[in-house]
């Protein structure tokens, strides 16, 4: 039922828009109790394994969980929803799990167009903790921070902090920084990179009153560190609940989501807006070939798209 539920808010058909929207109103009362986490890391840092691993301890602990996979598949990166499947075996069989990938539908460098709605109605299926892992491109990161408590950052023992998707933006958003693949011969070099991460965010300014981020390491094949991980998000969660800083994030998120559906919306309406849509290639074209400055043709269509509106 959840899964088809989630088709219905992820359809892009006219004649479910109402019906997905009165599925979101009806079920937002029964929203706010889980934890939401995000995950996110560039591709191959262990994402996958890493939430097969803590899915695992969070199961055996009677939890239950949701998890959000965004599906890379249409990236640049490859990957597949059949790679997340078969990379968490274990919780897919779980009952108290619950494993949903979405396709990327290339916006938003990686984020699904309704994760936010796909995660409400997670929560109100009851399930304890959600977690929504993306791959760390584009903008991605910092879509999946703005909907979620915390964002835990996976990183790479050694690598460049460009590899790492450590960009400053980046680490602006994070609340936990896991380095993964702390086992066998990357055990000392994972230590460095927990203390070269500490450092750099120490430089930083702080985001939260309740929180200086953490850097931890773990493995996700061993499970090394994974119960520490959970510990502290779990820490995270009591100390930004006892400042008021959740109450305050969940209100200003709400209100970027709100945002974020009237710019979809003014986008759709513009292109389909007949004069516009008339004109849209032959400008891009334009622009493209240096004919056209793009100023001059973003006036032009929008004087189209304007006029229509009067
Ligand atoms: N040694 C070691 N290998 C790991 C660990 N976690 C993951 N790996 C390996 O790293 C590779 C990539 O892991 P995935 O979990 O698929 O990584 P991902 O981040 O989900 O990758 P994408 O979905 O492609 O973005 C696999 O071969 C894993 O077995 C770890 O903790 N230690
Ligand atoms: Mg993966």
């Not at 500490?198 to 985001?207: D, E, G, P």
């Not at 939260?208 to 090394?224: C, F, I, K, M, Q």
């Not at 305050?248 to 710019?263: A, M, N």
Request: charged share 25%.
């Amino acid at each position: 039922m959840l899964a088809r539920a989630i088709t219905l808010i992820e359809s892009l058909r006219e004649d479910d828009r109402l019906g997905a929207e009165d599925l979101v109103s009806r079920v937002l009362p029964r929203t706010g109790r889980a934890v939401r986490v995000g995950l996110s890391g560039v591709p191959g840092v262990g994402k996958s394994t890493f939430i097969e691993a803590l899915g695992m301890h969070l199961v055996e602990s009677g939890k239950s969980v949701a998890v959000l996979a965004v599906d890379p598949s249409s990236a640049a990166t490859g990957g597949s929803i059949l790679g997340d499947k078969t990379r968490m075996p274990r919780l897919a069989a779980e009952p108290r799990a619950f494993i949903r990938p979405s396709p990327a539908g290339g916006e938003l460098g990686g984020v699904a167009r309704r994760t936010r709605e796909a995660m409400l109605l997670c929560e109100a299926f009851g399930f304890d903790v959600v977690l929504v892992e993306t791959v760390g491109v584009g903008q991605s990161e910092a879509v999946v921070a703005e909907m979620v408590d915390c964002f835990v950052l996976l990183a790479l023992p050694g690598a460049g902090d460009e590899l790492q998707g450590l960009k400053r933006g980046v680490m602006e958003l994070v609340d936990v920084v896991a380095v993964n693949k702390a086992d066998g011969d990357n055990l000392i070099r994972a230590k460095r990179a927990v203390r070269d991460i500490k450092a750099a965010l120490q430089y930083q300014r702080r985001r939260l009153h309740a929180w200086e981020p953490r850097v931890l390491p773990v493995s996700a094949l061993t499970g090394s560190g994974v119960v520490d991980l959970w510990a502290t998000v779990e820490e995270h969660r009591a100390a930004i609940a006892a400042s008021g800083e959740l109450e305050s994030i969940r209100r200003s998120q709400t209100k970027r989501w709100l945002w974020s559906l009237v710019k979809e919306g003014v986008m759709a309406a513009f292109r389909e807006t007949p004069e516009v849509a008339a004109r849209l290639s032959q400008i891009e074209a334009a622009v493209e070939a240096g004919a056209l400055t793009a100023p001059r043709g973003a006036r032009e269509l929008l004087e189209a798209f304007r006029a229509r509106l009067k």
